[in-house]
């Protein structure tokens, strides 16, 4: 939806109009830097850079694929080792702190993780009985929150699937930091780099005049 609403203002704007000079250089540049920033590619499209336009719309479109993908599968694989931790465990699913998954990745049953908050309770309140008790009753899981792997291979499966999962959303946020920065790229090179035909172009670089190197010269 937001591709096809992008492509029709690009084309819009690209179309030439009664009067041309009502549309002038700088603020078709504009346009395109803010059409780039929502949609790669679409600012070089109406620059008139069709290759390198082209090339970004190509590669953010498979961005969000590889988004999609990877988020979708995450999510199904967490919820699959839920489901086995209900099964084999007896996990209450209704809990939804994400620290109990994890604690149910690290313990074979609920009384050795509440052994350990125990000690936690006695190591922070060491002359406090009550405190104790009451960090001990707000951090344990007792009651139909407690859980009990059937076996060994059983919690192996369940941490073997939501470390698949974690994985697979990793890769997600690794495709979202790329999704930013292709449109950054987009915007860098409508701002500096594109030009319509016909027109100089705004970044150059030439020989150095006095000492031997290279100069970037920009034209505003």
């Not at 590889?66 to 699959?80: I, P, V």
């Not at 919690?155 to 698949?164: A, V």
């Amino acid at each position: 939806m937001l591709y096809a609403l992008v492509l029709a203002v690009v084309s819009l704007t690209g179309m030439p109009k009664g009067d041309s000079s009502i549309v002038t250089p700088r603020s078709r540049r504009g346009t395109a830097i803010l059409a780039s920033a929502a949609l790669p590619g679409s600012g070089q499209l109406l620059m008139g850079t069709r290759r390198r336009g082209e090339a970004l719309l190509w590669l953010d479109g498979s961005l969000w694929v590889l988004w999609t993908g990877f988020s979708s599968y995450g999510r199904a694989r967490e919820q699959d080792s839920r489901l086995l931790a209900a099964r084999d465990a007896g996990a209450d699913l209704t809990i939804r702190t994400p620290g109990y998954y994890k604690a149910l990745e690290r313990y074979d049953n609920a009384g050795l993780y509440n052994e350990d908050v125990r000690r936690e309770a006695r190591d922070l309140y060491p002359n406090d009985p009550a405190a104790q008790h009451r960090y001990y009753e707000s951090h344990g899981y007792f009651g139909s929150s407690a859980w009990d792997w059937s076996s060994d291979s059983a919690r192996y499966h369940y941490w073997r699937t939501r470390k698949s999962g974690r994985t697979a959303l990793l890769r997600a946020q690794f495709a979202t930091g790329a999704l930013v920065l292709n449109r950054l790229a987009s915007v860098v090179d409508c701002a500096f780099f594109c030009q319509e035909p016909g027109r100089v172009p705004r970044v150059e670089f030439q020989p150095g005049d006095v000492e031997p190197g290279i100069k970037v010269c920009f034209r505003f």
